[in-house]
Nanobody
Framework: QVQLVESGGGLVQAGGSLRLSCAAS????????MGWFRQAPGKQREFVAP????????YYADSVKGRFTISRDNAKNTVYLQMNNLKPEDTAVYYC?????????????????WGQGTQVTVSS
């Protein structure tokens, strides 16, 4: 069992930056693949980026490529999402998710555990 708690969301102007954190509790965090997703009002949950359990494999949704960076610190049981050059269309609740092992997955159904989400609002 893994419990996930996101933090770091907030209100930022377009062009600004935020760093989201997802702290995990429970056993064997280093053996879990992690992912970030987001959901805007009235829209389906959208894939943002995954990271493999080793941290060596990542990829990004086209909408965030070149602006967002996912990383993990297994010693701190934490995964991060650095978000730069934020745009109003990035406004959403951001969720982290976890599943045992694997390289990285883009579908919500492939993850077993979810955090409660953190709100990111980007003003124009």
């Amino acid at each position: 069992q893994v419990q996930l708690v996101e933090s770091g969301g907030g209100l930022v102007q377009a062009g600004g930056s935020l760093r989201l954190s997802c702290a995990a509790s429970g056993r064997a965090f280093s053996s879990y693949a992690m992912g970030w997703f987001r959901q805007a009002p009235g829209k389906q949950r959208e894939f943002v980026a995954p990271i493999s359990w080793t941290g060596g494999y990542t990829y990004y949704a086209d909408s965030v490529k070149g602006r967002f960076t996912i990383s993990r610190d297994n010693a701190k049981n934490t995964v991060y999402l650095q978000m730069n050059n934020l745009k109003p269309e990035d406004t959403a609740v951001y969720y982290c998710a976890a599943r045992p092992y694997g390289l990285g997955y883009s579908r919500p159904a492939e993850y077993d555990y979810w955090g409660q989400g953190t709100q990111v609002t980007v003003s124009s």
